[in-house]
């Protein structure tokens, strides 16, 4: 198990175009390029574990892919029964997804993943899948990994989800595509729109009218993509964090989706005090810019609305919160439960161990700010509380264990994060 060190650090300028590209864009450029017909180029892919792995299922879906290290090009030869296991490791994206994917593709199929993908819920997934008429199965009646799916002919739906996200809609319009009509898909709130609006760019016909999405059964093979993804306002957040709880610091991301269901935690940062600007320089399938972060004194906040738009991003800010005046509360956000970790509890219980006061709720949590101070905590196998927890260490300094898994989302990390202190490991 590796441990990495972090030292406090002094005031620091910060600017990169090299912070991790869109995890969950990725991820969709890879398994939508199966439903192209011709050669889809991808640029900036995020080339680490999770998206890594898509990338190899796609492969033994039958695609050719080559890589000359700048662009990925996908050429899809429809989807292929393959005997191999398809392996999504860490990435609960990859394995809800596929499960749409491929439960209309002609062929048996067993998706699994690592020890903690495996523990993870799928029946969120599952059982509205399996409603439809999906064959789809897997341990404790379909709710874990490996899962089986053997491609059938699915129903038009007309599907009303009792959570928002993003996972779950995605999932579900890529089944719609091969449906037998046209299906509606409705949610709460509105989570990630990436599906969405990166269908709608190939050709598809989705059409989406506030918390309705109404799909069209493909009539012919999608028009290839030709996209280079944007750096991951997830990924950024981190370096965000870190300029708004250090003095005298500022943070210049650049190339980044400005998609209003992935900054969210960003405006959050900014009822904190933070000084954030956003300067749109492309739009395609999605807007891209730049984000300037200027640290000011932080005071806590309460989150409880548009809490899909920014689920990654929560363990991150509760550091910001933990550096705020006064308490923050986290409600409505029980989605944390299942994630890599338990990150409500694995949140909580490291911040305490950093001489942090917090309440635990079901669905959420209470942080009081305060001092933080220097502690040894365990990342628990989930990347976000690893990387949080090194964030953290710019105030206090900071020791987290098992920190492998950080090369699932964002590979560089340390090397970024040396521009701003000392690091060791």
């Known amino acids: 198990m590796i441990r990495a060190t972090v030292y406090p650090a002094g005031s620091f300028e910060f600017k990169s175009d090299a912070i991790a590209a869109d995890k969950s864009i990725s991820h969709r450029c890879a398994m939508f390029s199966l439903l192209a017909e011709g050669e889809s180029q991808i640029e900036n892919f995020l080339r680490a574990e999770d998206t890594l792995n898509t990338l190899k299922i796609v492969a033994q879906l039958g695609a050719s892919i080559v890589d000359d290290g700048k662009t990925i090009t996908i050429r899809s030869n429809g989807i292929h029964e393959t005997s191999e296991i398809l392996d999504c490791g860490n990435s609960g994206t990859g394995m809800r997804l596929f499960c749409g994917l491929l439960s209309s593709a002609e062929g048996h199929f067993i998706l699994t ?22 064959r789809l199965d897997g341990r404790n009646n379909g709710d874990l990994a490996p899962l089986s799916i053997r491609g059938a002919s699915l129903q038009a739906f007309d599907y009303e989800s009792k959570i928002a996200s993003a996972q779950v809609k995605s999932a579900m319009i890529l089944a719609a595509l091969r449906s037998d009509g046209v299906c509606t898909f409705r949610e ?31 009539q012919k093979p999608l028009t290839p993509l ?47 005090g933070t000084n954030i600007t956003y300067t749109l320089t492309s739009e395609k399938y999605e807007p891209i810019g730049n984000i300037t972060v200027k640290y000011a004194p932080l005071k806590a906040v309460t989150v409880e609305e548009n809490i899909s738009w920014l689920i990654d991003e929560l363990p991150v800010l509760s550091i910001a919160m933990a550096c705020a005046s006064g308490k923050s509360i986290i409600k409505n956000a029980e989605e944390l439960r299942v994630k890599e970790s338990d990150r ?14 917090t309440e635990e709720y079901s669905d959420g949590y209470a942080v009081q700010g305060g001092e933080l101070q220097k502690a040894v905590v365990n990342s628990y196998g989930d990347h976000r509380i690893a990387m949080s927890f090194l964030i953290a260490g ?21 090397e970024l994060l040396s521009a701003c202190t000392k690091v060791e490991k």
């Open 394 to 414: 710019l105030r206090c300094g900071m020791e987290v264990e098992d920190i492998e898994c950080i090369n699932t989302s964002f590979p560089n990390f340390f």
């Open 226 to 272: 030709n996209i280079r993804v944007p750096t991951d306002p997830s990924s950024a957040f981190f370096f965000a964090v870190a300029a708004a709880i250090t003095p005298n610091s500022t943070v210049v991301i650049e190339g980044v989706t400005l998609n209003p269901t992935r900054i969210e935690a960003f405006k959050v940062l900014e009822r904190m």
């Open 188 to 218: 709460p709130e509105l989570s990630r729109d990436h599906t969405e609006r990166m269908l709608l760019g190939m050709g598809a016909q989705v059409e989406v009218n506030g918390l309705e999405t109404k799909i069209y059964p493909l």
């Open 344 to 357: 409500i509890k694995t949140v909580v219980d490291n911040l305490n161990l950093c001489g942090i006061v």
């Open 113 to 134: 993943g690592d020890e903690y993908l495996k523990r993870r819920p799928m029946k969120r997934v599952t059982q509205p899948l399996r409603a439809i008429g999906a």
